[in-house]
Structure formats: structure tokens, C-alpha cells
């Protein structure tokens, strides 16, 4: 039988009850369909940070190397000052581990209420590829001056050939084996970032020449979140960097229902990759059974699909789409009509019982 090790950190906030859900599903999912998944868990997160004042221990890196794919719940403590945690664990795997691809589905279930006026499941189905090691992500530039009235803060973005590259060859590859409209979108500001942007419009034209079944096509990142709302339907993949990524992807999951079912995968083709919901610790559901684990448990299926349990993850969407057509009033927290653990068990029992 199949086996895959697995590094659950469920993190903070909301992330251990959701994670809890989605280990629930793929247990559920992993013995019907002949496969073995052994998880190892870590504690990495705010309550850790907090009493040991440790965000990763340097061990952690070449540790969670070993595995086949990680499983997250969420980063991010009400009590720790932000960007400590972000950048000491969620920003430093994606770095060090160089899951250089931050791959978000915008899907809209059948059921699931769309704020988009008139538009239906087949209109919304897309993909965003973004990248996820560079740019203004980067760290780089500086700060002079602090505090006084002459302060100065640089932040730059890094664009390097090698990561602009890396990230399009991966999406032209994303979009032929998605196979649906076989169009590329690259997403920029080639207007106004005549630098960085320069570079990914040669770069995507350039690689676009080995890739002649793929429709290419350019958008403005300002015009993009107009036609995600207008037009969804033009939309079958789209390339950008990792700042207009993190911006339009939010605004993808809100057309695609909202938090409760956005899911994401930090890639490294060649290495271990990393699956989350893509919403964030919710403190303040925390603890209280009505946050929706749908997202995580769509992130654990995007990593048995990437672990190659294809057929597994076809089943799990079954039983999601089931679960959002026939049962949630809403996706949103406390509103399900339904706690976090009954969710969870609805997936949990579609998995079991629909045909695969
Ligand atoms: C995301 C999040 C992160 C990001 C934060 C928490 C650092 O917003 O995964 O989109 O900006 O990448
Ligand atoms: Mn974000």
C-alpha cells in the first residue's frame, strides 16, 4: 500500500479545529481509496512563540524536508505584534523550503451563495499561479532616519530572471495539463513597475513561444480586479507576482463564497510543498465548533491530488460539492446551519458512501 508522511502544523486560532476536520476526511478518504497517510505533528505557532520565544527552531527546516507534503492550519496570534510570525514561520517554510509557486483555485461550488450578480459555478473556475519567493515579499530594502520627521522606508521588489522564469514555465505547464480553456493570463503593471514588470512580460512571451496550443493574454492588476467581477468567465489561468497574487487571490475568494473555502498550495515541484487554507486564524471563532473547515479540507485535497491520489481527490471535491449544494445555509462562520465537527463529519460520510 501507498504510504505518505505527512507534517501537520495546525498553528493558531482556528487552524487546529479546521486541520483536526480535514486529517478526519483524508482518514476517512486514505482507507477507501488503498492509500496510508502518517502524520507527524508540530506545535509551531503564536502559543509556542509566546512561551518559548521561538518562531522555528533551525532544525525545523531541514526536519519538515523529509516529508512528503505539509498540512497547515494557520499562522497568527492576537497577541503577537504582526509580521513576527508571518515572516518568522509562514513566510520562512515558503523561503527555505523554496515553494516558489502559491497555487489558489478560484472554484464556485454548486449551492455556495456567489455575491457576483447572475453568475453561476461555470463562470467561476479559474486558477491563479503566483509567485511566491520574490518581490516585495523579498525583505529587501530598509529603513533610515526612524521615527524622526526625515524618516525614509524602502521596500523593494525583487524580480529575479531565474524566479520570474521558474514561476511562468510553471504555469504555461499548469495550464496545458488543466486542459480547460488553455488560456494564460499574465497579471502586472507593465504601465507604471516598468522594471519589474518588463521582465515578466519578455520572460512570459518568450516562454510562451514553446507553448503554442496556450492562449496567452495581459491584464493590468487594477483592471484584473474589475474583470474578476464583471467577467470571471475570461479567466483559466492566471500568472502574477507574489504582492498582486496575495491581493487578487483574496478578492478570488470572495467571488468563489468567501474564506470558508478558499484553499491554496505553496509548491516546490522538486521539493516538499505545503497546503493551507488560505484564511487565516480567525481568533475570534476560535475555540467555538463554528468555523467552516471547508477550506482546509479542499487544501488537503489539493495535496493528495499532488501527492498523485488523483481519483482521492476527485471524491473529495464530490463530497464537498455534495456538502455545499445539499446542506450549508452558508459558508460563512456561526452561519453553516451546521458546527465546525458536523462539517466535517458531512464530508467525511460522502466520502464513504458516494461512487467513486
Ligand atoms: C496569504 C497571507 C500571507 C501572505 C500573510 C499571512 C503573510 O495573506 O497567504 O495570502 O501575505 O502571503
Ligand atoms: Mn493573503
Not at 264 to 283: L, T
Not at 288 to 298: D, E, G, R, S
Request: hydrophobic content about 40%; some cysteine; proline content about 4%.
Amino acid at each position: 500500500m501507498k504510504s505518505y508522511n505527512i507534517a501537520v502544523i495546525p498553528g493558531d486560532g482556528t487552524g487546529p479545529e479546521v486541520v483536526r476536520e480535514g486529517v478526519k476526511v483524508l482518514d476517512a478518504l486514505s482507507s477507501r481509496m488503498g492509500f496510508k497517510l502518517n502524520y507527524q505533528y508540530y506545535d509551531f505557532g503564536g502559543e509556542r512563540y509566546l512561551k518559548t520565544g521561538e518562531t522555528l527552531p533551525d532544525s525545523a527546516i531541514d526536519e519538515l524536508k523529509k516529508f512528503d507534503a505539509i498540512y497547515l492550519g494557520a499562522i497568527g496570534h492576537p497577541d503577537v505584534k504582526p509580521g513576527i510570525l508571518e515572516k518568522g514561520i509562514l513566510l520562512r517554510l515558503r523561503f527555505e523550503l523554496d515553494q516558489y509557486i502559491n497555487l489558489r483555485p478560484v472554484k464556485l461550488y454548486p449551492g455556495v451563495d456567489c455575491p457576483l450578480k447572475n453568475k453561476k459555478p461555470e463562470d467561476i473556475d479559474f486558477v491563479v499561479v503566483r509567485e511566491n519567493t520574490e518581490g516585495l515579499y523579498a525583505g529587501a530594502g530598509g529603513v533610515l532616519r526612524k521615527g524622526t520627521p526625515d524618516e525614509v522606508a524602502i521596500q523593494e521588489s525583487i524580480n529575479t530572471r531565474k524566479g520570474v522564469e521558474r514561476c511562468i514555465r510553471f504555469a504555461f505547464e499548469y495550464c496545458r495539463k488543466r486542459n480547460k480553456d488553455k488560456k494564460l493570463t499574465l497579471c502586472g503593471k507593465t504601465n507604471v513597475l516598468t522594471y519589474a514588470f518588463d521582465l515578466w512580460e519578455r520572460v512570459f512571451y518568450e516562454v510562451a513561444k514553446e507553448y503554442p496550443d496556450i492562449k496567452v493574454d495581459y491584464a493590468h492588476v487594477d483592471a484584473i480586479t474589475m474583470w474578476f467581477v464583471k467577467n470571471p468567465e475570461w479567466f483559466d489561468v492566471i500568472v502574477t507576482d507574489n504582492m498582486f497574487g496575495d491581493i487578487i487571490t483574496d478578492l478570488g475568494a470572495m467571488i468563489q463564497g468567501g474564506m470558508g473555502i478558499a484553499a491554496g498550495g505553496n509548491i516546490n515541484p522538486r521539493g516538499v510543498s505545503m497546503f493551507e487554507p488560505i484564511g487565516g486564524s480567525a481568533p475570534k471563532y476560535a475555540g467555538k465548533n463554528v468555523i467552516n473547515p471547508l477550506a482546509a479540507i479542499c487544501a488537503a485535497g489539493m495535496m493528495i491530488e499532488y501527492l498523485g491520489e488523483k481519483k482521492a481527490a476527485d471524491l473529495l471535491e464530490k463530497a464537498v460539492i455534495e456538502v455545499t449544494s445539499r446542506h450549508l445555509k452558508s459558508l460563512a462562520a456561526g452561519q453553516m446551519g451546521y458546527t465546525t465537527t458536523e462539517v466535517g463529519d458531512l464530508v467525511t460520510k460522502y466520502v464513504g458512501t458516494l461512487e467513486v
